[in-house]
Each structure stands twice: as C-alpha cells, then as structure tokens.
C-alpha cells in the first residue's frame, strides 16, 4: 500500500501569509495526486486534481505543484475562509494522508 | 447542483451490520463511480470501496471480507453493508461520487457508533 505522508500536521499563520503544505508518497505516483479541504462537520472539498489542476470554482490563491513523490500545496494569500484541514489523496488505492490543520496564528 | 444524502441508522450494535443508504439527485447515477468513505475522529479520510452504475465493484483489501456496496439505478441510491462491526468501524461515513479517481461531490456525512 502506498502512504502518505504530510508535514506540518498543524500550521499556524496570518491572513495574508503564503502557506505551503507537503505530502509524501512512500513510493513514485507520478501526478496523481489531489488536495482537499475540510472545515469542522463538513466534507473534504476538492481543490486541486492531478497535482497541479485547478477544481472549477475553486479560488486561484490555491495552487498544486510536484510529482513523484514529493508535492506541494500553495495558498499565495491566506484568507480567512482558508482556515480548515488540508488532506492530499493518492490515485492508485485512493489513501489519504493525515491532514494539515491551518490555524490562525 | 449534484447532491448526495446518506441514511440509515446511527447507532449499531457490536458484531451486527452496518447499513446506510445514499441518495443522488440533481444529476444521473448513470456513468459515474459512486463511493463510501468514513473518517474516524482526528483522521483523516478512509476509502471503502466503490461500485459502477452497472455493478462493478471495487473494495478496500482491508474491508473486502466485510464489506458489500450495491446499486439500485431506478432509485438513483447506492448502499453499503459493513458486516461484524466493532467499535473500530465507529466513524462519519461519507457517499462521494468519483470523477476519475478523485472524490468531486460528497453527502454531508452521518455519524455512525458502534456500541452496545
């Protein structure tokens, strides 16, 4: 099976602030690799699909780099609807990693 | 707007089976892949399995014993029937429809505990 792993599992920052998540595959899933969103007693949100593409609707601040084994997730502007849990998911038996918790600092 | 709502009952008894429902609306259950998720308090997301609109299943090795997801297309529902539960199943569980290999519209979750 194939984990995922993401740092920091909680993140404290300002609005404005550039934030960066990380998710690590325990072995190469190419680009397929997708972000969501979770805010308290809703479901995860799609953001980002095969690492880098953009959901329709989804803000532009949001934005999904890497491949292989190593991805990033970008918020350019932190706002204040950004503060929630950030999970990465991969393709090929659908695991999720174990979430990233932006808090307000 | 695609929309999907779970039911069933939230609370299950020890060694008894699990059964939820979920509904679709506002778009066809026809073509897509339509899945259960659950996430247990602090964690994150669990896959279960998913079933086409022509029966094709596919299940979690680590659920595959326990685990059955049907269709009923004249109903535009889908279900899932978790046998021999333990608390360890104790969880929110989601019904999501699959768009490739990734999870686009979600039900608003319902939490189900298991106890006795």
């Known amino acids: 099976d194939i984990q995922m792993t993401q740092s920091p599992s909680t993140l404290s920052a300002s609005v404005g602030d550039r934030v960066k998540i990380t998710c690590r595959a325990s072995?190469?899933?190419?680009?397929?690799l997708a972000w969501y969103q979770q805010k308290p007693g809703k479901a995860p949100k799609l953001l980002i699909y095969?690492?880098?593409r953009l959901e329709s609707g989804v803000p532009s601040r949001f934005s999904g780099s890497g491949s292989g084994t190593e991805f990033t997730l970008t918020i350019s502007s932190l706002q204040p609807d950004d503060f929630a849990t950030y999970y990465c998911?991969?393709?090929?038996?659908?695991?999720f990693g174990q979430g990233t918790k932006v808090e307000i600092k | 707007q695609v929309q999907l709502q779970e039911s069933g009952p939230g609370l299950v008894k020890p060694s008894e089976t699990l059964s939820l429902k979920c509904t679709v609306s506002?778009?066809?259950?026809?073509?897509?892949?339509w899945s259960w998720i659950r996430q247990s308090p602090g964690k994150g997301p669990e896959w279960l399995g998913y079933?086409?609109?022509?029966?094709?299943?596919k299940y979690s090795p680590s659920l595959k014993s326990r685990l059955t997801i049907s269709v009923d297309t004249s109903k535009s529902q889908f279900s899932l029937k978790l046998t021999s539960v333990t608390a360890a199943d104790t969880a929110v569980y989601y019904c999501?429809?699959?768009?490739?290999?990734?999870?686009?519209?979600w039900g608003q979750g319902t939490l189900v505990t298991v106890s006795s």
């Open positions: 072995q190469n899933i190419n680009y397929w």
């Open positions: 095969q690492a880098s």
């Open positions: 506002g778009g066809s259950i026809n073509t897509y892949y």
């Open positions: 079933i086409y609109d022509d029966g094709r299943t």
């Open positions: 998911q991969q393709y090929d038996s659908y695991s």
């Open positions: 999501a429809r699959q768009r490739a290999y990734v999870f686009d519209y």
